[in-house]
């Protein structure tokens, strides 16, 4: 059978993730990888979650637990997050909260939601790859998102009439974003604000990173900066996602989606026709976890992650050759470098793989138009010091001998 024929359009726009590809060289013992942004599994609190699921086995509680449930969530771990998102805030209910399979599910219904073919999303210049690949699906066109700069809403709105859609939300990372590691500060995100408020379009405010700020003062979330402007969240066009992945463990697939009641309500009724809810021993698990350690787990965690940013700062400052920036991010799994026109990440990592064994991800691949060839990513989260200064100085040697200096 040709299934060409039969594939729907948008197949055209779904490609493999770079990074998902990559991560399969974790599996290579000779290869130093600064490819993945993943948790380092040794910080994993496996003895919290060992004691959580024996709990909810002892106690009678297995067959809830091993049943159908809600396709809300879990209302305990719900009703957690609604504390979590008040200190944060945000004050919320059960009912403002959808748990999802991590948060890359939640922006894969948002995008289902407000994307129709040829409407504009507005994303980073570079952005997230995962968000790119969830809201490609849905046949989407991209404009750059810079709150920084002066342009006029009108002018987004003008450019996506002429082909044929609307702006229907602004895409953002506001802390420590992947793949920069840059924070939006107040002004920006205040002035964000002001630019949905003028296109009358959503916002999506990409949390999963917010929990790891090592250093710097923390700045409030878009949606609580919006809530403080209009008095609850059943007014706010806002929608705050967030993960479990960084802080307690990737592996059991458990985000959130915190907004307005009317659109939890119509994500509720994808979440029944894709999966009819996440599973249930899994959010159990992550509520008992949650309520016992969450914010003494988060400040270990925290001081990991910033002794390895430290270790891979110090070491690009010593090692990188004139012509090559990078970013200080004061939290999150990500440092950007940026190498002088005309250098091509792609070939860079081909050469790094074969004489340095060294990974890290190209740049274009978080560019909605595929340029940006001459940047790319590290993440210091998964390796330890020893490991980030190895890495960085053989990184630091390539580089000098392809660029000079």
């Known amino acids: ?8 359009t948008r197949m055209g726009r779904m490609k493999a ?12 013992p000779d290869i130093i990888s600064f490819a993945g942004g993943i948790p380092d599994p040794a910080l994993f609190p496996s003895d919290a979650f060992q004691r959580a699921f024996a709990r909810i086995f002892a106690e009678g509680r297995a067959e809830a637990a091993l049943q159908y449930s809600v396709s ?9 997050l609604a504390g979590q998102m008040a200190a944060l805030g945000v004050p919320c209910g059960a009912q403002n909260i959808l748990i999802t399979s991590g948060s890359q599910q939640a922006l894969d219904y948002l995008g289902k939601l407000m994307l129709s073919p040829g409407d504009t999303a507005l994303v980073g210049w570079p952005t997230y790859l995962g968000a790119l690949g969830a809201f490609n699906a849905y046949e989407p066109r991209y404009d ?9 809403a009108a002018d987004y709105a003008n450019a996506a009439t002429a ?72 007014d706010c066009r806002t929608l705050y996602c967030g993960s479990f992945s960084k802080t307690l463990a990737p592996g059991l697939r458990v985000g959130w989606v915190c907004g307005a009641a009317e659109v939890i ?31 003494a787990h988060v ?30 991010p004061e939290g999150g799994m990500f440092v950007w470098l940026t190498l002088p026109e005309g250098a091509d990440g792609a070939a860079l990592l081909a050469r790094s793989l074969q004489t340095e064994k060294v990974a890290f991800v190209p740049g274009s691949a978080f560019f909605a138009d595929g340029s940006g060839g001459n940047t790319i990513r590290l993440s210091f989260s998964h390796s330890p010091p020893e490991v980030i200064e190895r890495g960085i100085a053989a990184l630091g040697r390539l580089l000098r001998g392809s660029l000079g200096g």
């Open 1 to 8: 059978m040709d299934w060409q024929q039969v594939f729907a």
């Open 265 to 295: 309500g119509r994500l509720v009724l994808m979440k029944q026709a894709a999966d009819l809810h996440s599973a249930t021993l899994n959010q159990m698990v992550i509520a008992e976890v949650a309520g016992e350690m969450f914010d």
């Open 72 to 80: 809300e969530g879990y209302l305990p771990l719900r009703q957690w």
């Open 144 to 152: 750059r998102l810079d709150p920084g700069a002066n342009r006029s």
């Open 163 to 234: 082909t044929g859609g609307r702006v229907k939300f602004a895409y953002t990372s506001a802390d420590f974003a992947n793949p920069t590691g840059r924070t939006l500060d107040r002004a920006a995100r205040e002035s964000l604000l002001d630019m949905a408020d003028a296109l009358d379009c959503a916002v999506i405010e990409d949390a999963a990173y917010q929990a790891l700020r090592f250093d710097g003062d923390s700045v409030p979330p878009i949606l609580a900066l919006e809530l403080a402007r209009n008095g609850t969240i059943e």
């Open 17 to 28: 993730s770079e990074i998902r590809e990559l991560l399969k060289l974790l599996d290579q």
């Open 299 to 328: 400040t270990t965690i925290r001081a990991a992650y910033r002794e390895r940013r430290d270790a891979m700062l110090a070491v690009l400052d010593r090692e990188m050759p004139h012509g090559v920036d990078w970013t200080r």
